[in-house]
C-alpha cells in the first residue's frame, strides 16, 4: 500500500526527489516519515510530516524537505546538497497522526529505495 521510489546514484552536492505513494489510505489525518538505514547500521529518522507540520533530524536539516501532495496522494522528500553519509536504503512509512522519529509509531511502510551517493 505504500510505495516508495525516487532513488539512484547522484555525486556529493547533487539532489535526488524521493516519493511515497499510498493506494487506499488518506494522508491528511496521518502521519508519514521517511526513515533511511545504510549498511551495519540501525534504521534512523529522517523527517516526518503530520497535519500541518514537518519534523527532520538534525543530520538533514536545512538539505531535505518533506511535503505532501493530496491530489497525487503521495508525500516526497526533496533531497539537496547529498553527501556521502546520506547513502542508504530510504523507506517511507504512515502512522496515526502526531507521530514522531520513533520507527515503532508506524505500522506501515514501503518497500524501501536506495540511495547511493559517490564522493
Do not use: H
Not at 539532489?15 to 547500521?41: M, V
Not at 522528500?77 to 508506524?106: F, H, I, W
Amino acid at each position: 500500500q505504500l510505495q516508495a521510489s525516487g532513488g539512484g546514484e547522484v555525486q556529493a552536492g547533487g539532489s535526488l526527489r524521493l516519493s511515497c505513494a499510498a493506494s487506499g489510505r488518506t494522508w491528511r489525518s496521518e502521519s508519514t516519515g521517511w526513515f533511511r538505514q545504510a549498511p551495519g547500521k540501525e534504521r534512523e529518522f529522517v523527517a516526518v510530516i503530520s497535519g500541518g507540520g514537518t519534523r527532520y533530524a538534525d543530520s538533514v536539516k536545512g538539505r531535505f524537505t518533506i511535503s505532501r501532495d493530496n491530489v497525487k496522494n503521495t508525500v516526497c522528500l526533496q533531497m539537496n546538497s547529498l553527501k556521502p553519509e546520506d547513502t542508504a536504503v530510504y523507506y517511507c512509512a504512515a502512522g496515526p497522526a502526531g507521530r514522531g522519529p520513533s520507527p515503532e509509531d508506524y505500522a506501515y511502510w514501503g518497500q524501501g529505495t536506495l540511495v547511493t551517493v559517490s564522493s
